[in-house]
């Protein structure tokens, strides 16, 4: 994946680096196949 930056990268582990757990998935049935949710900063709006 090339972004605007010309910067190449691998979206796997781009989008892997941003999975968390959260205090919810101590408690979830999916929590042994679940990489947690994704976090992405906010960033500026497409509109």
Same mark, same amino acid.
């Given at each position: 994946? *090339?972004?605007?930056? =010309? #910067?190449? %990268?691998?979206?796997? =582990?781009? +989008? &892997? $680096?941003?999975?968390?757990?959260?205090? *919810?998935? &101590?408690?979830? $049935?999916?929590? +042994? %196949?679940? #990489? &947690?949710?994704?976090?992405?900063?906010? &960033?500026?709006? =497409? *509109?």
């Amino acid at each position: 994946m *090339v972004f605007v930056t =010309d #910067e190449e %990268v691998n979206l796997f =582990d781009y +989008l &892997g $680096a941003r999975r968390h757990k959260k205090e *919810v998935c &101590g408690s979830c $049935a999916w929590s +042994l %196949v679940c #990489e &947690g949710f994704f976090e992405f900063q906010e &960033g500026p709006s =497409d *509109v």
